[in-house]
T-cell receptor, first 116, second 113 residues
Framework: NAGVTQTPKFRILKIGQSMTLQCTQD?????MYWYRQDPGMGLKLIYY???????DKGEVPNGYNVSRSTTEDFPLRLELAAPSQTSVYFC???????????????FGPGTRLTVT | KQEVTQIPAALSVPEGENLVLNCSFT??????LQWFRQDPGKGLTSLLL?????REQTSGRLNASLDKSSGRSTLYIAASQPGDSATYLC????????????FGQGTELSVKP
């Protein structure tokens, strides 16, 4: 399994441009997530999905959109990029373990985005 | 509000020392707690996951404990090595969070040769 893959690895955007960050997982995980991590800070949840066709907002959704048309893919769309969106973006997926409700998360390598 | 806190924010130790990283959380109603390692400029690597019914998990020189009643977890690293230098993040899967992990800010560990 390739696990969680993200493209691109790096990107520089000008203010007002748009782009889509791609995330794919090949582990058949139902849950997928997008986080951002600012320098010296922890991770903040942007959006998440509990399955194909279902998405929900996290802590910092403004300026972003997502879709989940398949189990494997969870793209993150930035519209009208702003300098405040300069960050490292991580995609993750999780699956249930045991017979309870524990979920273990796996992370992609990240996309480093700079908006100037 | 459900929160996760890690103290200290940074820690520097000489090689060979045993050390403990701390994680506290505000609500004992959790499904599991997960410890991650993050190297500079890299993604997160899962180290250990403790389910709510468990008290500890071990992997090599790492041992993570969980005390739900006090809202605490510790990550014990034995015989630290310079290669252990990284940021360690604690994340909690609370009830009623719809599958979302809540992350602490991390502890940046530096192990000096």
């Amino acid at each position: 399994n390739a696990g969680v893959t993200q493209t691109p690895k790096f990107r520089i955007l000008k203010i007002g441009q748009s782009m889509t960050l791609q995330c794919t997982q090949d582990m058949n995980h139902n849950y997928m997530y997008w986080y951002r991590q600012d320098p010296g800070m922890g991770l903040k949840l942007i959006y998440y999905s509990v399955g194909a066709g279902i998405t929900d907002k996290g802590e910092v959704p403004n300026g972003y959109n997502v879709s989940r048309s398949t189990t494997e893919d969870f793209p993150l769309r930035l519209e009208l990029a702003a300098p405040s969106q300069t960050s490292v973006y991580f995609c993750a997926s999780s699956y249930p373990i045991g017979q309870g409700f524990s979920y273990e998360q796996y992370f992609g390598p990240g996309t480093r985005l700079t908006v100037t | 509000k459900q929160e996760v806190t890690q103290i200290p924010a940074a820690l520097s130790v000489p090689e060979g020392e045993n050390l403990v990283l701390n994680c506290s959380f505000t609500d004992s109603a959790i499904y599991n707690l997960q410890w991650f390692r993050q190297d500079p400029g890299k993604g997160l690597t899962s180290l250990l996951l403790i389910q709510s019914s468990q008290r500890e998990q071990t992997s090599g020189r790492l041992n993570a404990s969980l005390d739900k009643s006090s809202g605490r977890s510790t990550l014990y690293i034995a015989a630290s090595q310079p290669g252990d230098s990284a940021t360690y993040l604690c994340a909690v899967f609370f009830y009623n969070q719809g599958g979302k992990l809540i992350f602490g800010q991390g502890t940046e560990l530096s192990v000096k040769p």
